[in-house]
């Protein structure tokens, strides 16, 4: 049977499978999408031994693939070349030869004239004779974070991060331009780019992260994996990664002591993957970090709250929507919570600061009602405005060739009647 579906050209920062951390995540959501309309050639890296041998899995929705394997420490080092080069540090990182050799052969052999790619660094690859449309996924405005991490840094890494967010940006304005459509996780990260490149503005949209809530569901909370004890709080996610490596760390030294000491029985549980030597010596009184878990959701759901105590943060959190989606009250900081469509006080907690974050935790702890009728107003908001499905179908528009999206009405619906907002809709000049 002939395949009519058109080709495509898919690019990633890192190999999008499994989804075991916020950007594959997302990578993988979109792969699943794009299979669905178009034969996907996936060009990626690999940097942790376990997700090679998930290679081959991908070939369920791609065509073909091309995956580089990457030593992250060879890489950082290689990187410093751009220094040299007087570009951002993030490029030469991602830079391959043989990728872009890959890229260069299959796009003419395979006529392939559209091409997503994720991550701000990948767009480096899209400058291929023969392609005519082009879609650049920047999740967050990655310039902007590093810029954000010189301010917390001494000399010389103050210097290098700003450098790194200043050089970053140029390359990030210049991807844009070539691209029909940039795409951002919120309208905040959006504008945020749009006040650094206001000539692209037209062409700089919004395409929100969803969750798979058949999946994270209260259904599959299996078992308890905690001991018996006192109530507990944990945060999920990937432990290797700076800005959880501060979230939890603030949270263990500073604020889980001053909750103890109104209930002393509390306990921290930090789940997640690679948790760092910084991470990793936090494990004592009252907190336990359990490094990979084979199925994050019975921590979920059997804890008491889940905190996202994130102090750098861009664009929605999956762990945060994974949460809501098993119906459990979460509490978090303000920075994780722009963007995110939850009513605070009734779908979520949202605490301004340190203090008002412990008083919070500790409200919810003392009526479990209230936490309960949270955690179920949470799974509503996330099945009623985080449908995967609902916000990457604008990709489908992006990619068919249109010049033109004159008026919404000219769009088919995003989503089902009743599923909330639908997402921003990229207006082509």
């Keep these: 049977m002939q395949d009519n579906r058109p080709p495509l050209l898919y690019l990633t920062h890192r190999i999008p499978y499994p989804p075991n951390k916020g950007d594959k995540v997302r990578s993988f959501n979109i792969l699943r999408q794009l299979a669905r309309t178009h034969r996907v050639w996936l060009g990626s ?9 998930h290679i081959a899995t991908l070939r369920q929705w791609c065509e073909q693939t091309c995956v580089i394997p990457i030593e992250p420490a060879i890489r950082r080092v ?3 070349r751009g220094l040299l080069r007087g570009e951002a540090l993030s490029l030469p990182y991602y830079r391959s030869p043989r990728l872009a050799r890959w890229v260069d052969r299959v796009v003419a052999e ?9 991550s701000g660094p990948m767009a480096q690859y899209l400058d291929v004779p023969g392609l005519a449309r082009r879609v650049v996924d920047f999740c967050d405005l990655d310039s902007a974070k590093w810029s954000q991490y010189a301010a917390d840094r001494r000399w010389p890494l103050s210097w290098l991060y700003r450098r790194e967010g200043v050089r970053l940006l140029d390359f990030e304005r210049q991807a844009a331009a070539r691209a029909d459509a940039s795409l951002f996780v919120t309208e905040a990260e959006a504008e945020l780019f749009r006040r650094a490149a206001p000539e692209l503005g037209s062409r700089v949209g919004v395409m929100q992260n969803g969750v798979d809530a058949d999946f994270f569901s209260p259904a599959h909370g299996g ?4 001991p018996p004890g006192g109530p507990v709080l ?3 996610g990937a432990m290797d990664y700076w800005p959880n490596i501060d979230a939890v760390s603030w949270f263990a030294s500073e604020l889980l002591p001053v909750i103890r000491r109104a209930l002393p ?6 789940v997640g993957m690679n948790p760092s030597p910084a991470v990793q010596v936090l494990a004592g009184e009252g907190v336990v970090v359990t490094g990979t878990v084979p199925d994050v959701r019975p921590y979920i ?3 008491d709250l889940v905190v996202a105590p994130l102090r750098i943060a861009r664009g929605i959190q999956n762990k945060v929507l994974e949460a809501m989606a098993m119906a459990r009250p979460v509490v978090l900081s303000a920075a994780p919570a722009v963007g995110l469509g939850a009513e605070d006080g009734r779908e979520c907690s949202i605490a301004a600061d340190g203090e008002a974050l412990c008083a919070r935790v500790l409200a919810l702890l003392a009526d479990p009602a209230q936490a309960a009728a949270m955690g179920a107003a949470a799974r509503a908001c996330v099945l009623r405005g985080y449908s995967w499905a609902a916000h990457l179908r604008m990709l489908d528009w992006l990619l068919d060739g249109r010049t033109s999206l004159a008026t919404a009405a000219d769009v088919p619906p995003l989503h089902a009647a009743g ?3 639908a997402p921003a809709i990229v207006r082509m000049p």
Excluded: C, M, Q, T
Aim: charged share 20%; hydrophobic share 50%.
């Design 78 to 80: 290689a990187s410093l």
């Design 419 to 421: 599923a909330g907002p």
């Design 234 to 236: 944990v945060f999920s």
């Design 110 to 118: 395979h006529g392939i004239h559209a091409a997503v790619a994720f």
């Design 223 to 226: 078992d308890s994996p905690y």
């Design 45 to 53: 890296f690999v940097d942790h031994p376990d997700d090679r041998r």
């Design 265 to 270: 029985s509390v306990r921290f549980w930090i």
């Design 301 to 303: 759901a059997h804890a």
